[in-house]
């Protein structure tokens, strides 16, 4: 039987949505997700998205990076599916509860508030991680933060200088980092502009990252580099992140549908 998908992104960074709420049409591995994902032999996007039915929430939002690990948050995502809801939405995630509203072409996503001890990024022993002592070839003491999910933030004076490409994998599996990490490089243009390229985990470079986008903005307010309310601007587009008093982080930014199609499990090795 075929399964219905909807293709969508947020400032480029790409999704294969699979609306799951009313029935399972097929059962979402590593495999079929990484397959999926492929932008040779599948539909290719940077991540499969699954909706399904939540006890907790309006429904639940599944993320699959391309490597088809399962994962815990995609802040672009988060927005392209209160864009697919098309009303405001409690949305259970691994990372924790979301709040979206869709309007004006995107959405607004409450994010829920960011944690920074050691072991809730993870990483493998104690430091501190608000300037972790530690570079990888002239990138050094980045600000981890878990914001749903791990984020290593680095800030440079430019950021296409970085060789992000190749530095990135090295740090995603640094085993300081047991889960893998994203790998964000930020440089600071003023108290409320950042310009900002992620190395995503389970994706590598991407056009935009939301959950990057939001650790940057932690980590400069944290350092005291911006003021709370910042517009990043990434290779795909600009988002703007704010990092209130009481520590709620809220992201609002674009959303758009690609095209609707639908794909054979059998083709793609499952059931
Ligand atoms: N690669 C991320 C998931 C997707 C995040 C990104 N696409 C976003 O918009 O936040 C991870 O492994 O945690």
Redesign the pocket.
């Known amino acids: 039987m075929r399964v219905d998908f909807t293709k969508m992104h947020?400032l480029g960074?790409d999704f294969v949505v699979i609306d799951q709420r009313a029935r399972e049409n097929v059962h979402m591995d590593r495999a079929l997700a990484a397959a999926l994902a492929d932008r040779n032999t599948g539909i290719g996007c940077?991540?499969v998205i699954l909706l399904e039915p939540s006890e907790v929430a309006d429904f639940r939002m599944r993320?699959f990076?391309a490597d088809g690990?399962e994962?815990?948050?995609?802040?672009?995502?988060s927005r392209a599916i209160a864009l697919f809801h098309g009303s405001a939405a409690r949305i259970e995630t691994g990372g924790g509860l979301l709040e979206v509203t869709p309007g004006n072409g995107g959405a607004a996503v409450a994010m829920g508030r960011p944690r920074f001890g050691w072991e809730d990024i993870p990483l493998d022993y104690a430091m501190d991680t608000s300037e972790m002592p530690l570079s990888w070839d002239g990138l050094e003491r980045p600000f981890a933060v878990n914001v749903g999910?791990?984020h290593a933030v680095f800030f440079v004076p430019a950021i296409e200088d970085v060789e992000l490409g190749s530095l990135g994998p090295t740090i995603e599996r640094d085993p300081v980092f047991p889960e893998?990490v994203?790998v964000g490089v930020a440089s600071v243009a003023s108290r409320d502009r950042i310009s900002l390229r992620v190395w995503?985990?389970?994706?590598g470079l991407?056009r935009?990252?939301?959950?990057?986008a939001c650790a940057a903005v932690v980590a400069a307010v944290e350092r005291g580099l911006t003021d709370r309310i910042v517009t990043v601007a990434l290779p795909g587009g600009e988002l703007v992140i704010s990092y209130d008093e009481d520590g709620q982080i809220t992201m609002r930014g674009p959303a758009s549908e690609s095209f609707r199609g639908s794909f054979d499990p059998a083709d793609y090795g499952a059931a």
């Open positions: 947020g960074n940077d991540q993320i990076n690990g994962v815990e948050a995609c802040g672009n995502a999910n791990p893998g994203n995503e985990r389970g994706a991407t935009a990252c939301g959950t990057g």
